[in-house]
């Protein structure tokens, strides 16, 4: 018997780990806080991502973002492994258009946990 191994998808959220069956590899999404970085400035992002599985347990993803209240771009890109049912590990990197202490680019490692 065939076991399914997880899929991750792109989110800003802390870690989200999907079977294939529930992924939804492309798609977009709208975030919005009333006082962003504590600046009581008020911030809405738009984002679109996508995502595939180029081999078992691996998946790639990217997302593109625009905080349209401050005329900035984001972008992501990733590499996910699934190492168990429940447990996978990933590197992204992220970049913007703008470049200052909250906006540098940079690569994050992390371990995505399903419950």
């Excluded at 703008?98 to 419950?115: E, N, Q």
Aim: charged share 20%.
């Amino acid at each position: 018997m065939k076991t399914t191994q997880p899929v991750v998808r792109p989110r800003r959220s802390p870690g989200e780990i999907l079977s294939p069956a529930h992924a939804a590899p492309d798609g977009a999404a709208i975030y919005w806080s009333p006082d962003v970085f504590g600046l009581d400035e008020e911030a809405t992002c738009a984002e679109v991502n996508t995502a595939f599985a180029p081999a078992d347990k691996w998946t790639v993803s990217a997302a593109v973002g625009l905080d349209v209240n401050a005329d900035r771009a984001s972008w992501n890109v990733g590499v996910a492994c699934a190492v168990s049912a429940h447990v996978a590990i990933e590197v992204r990197y992220h970049d913007a258009d703008v470049h200052g202490p909250l906006w540098d680019s940079r690569a994050v490692a992390g371990l995505k946990f399903l419950f």
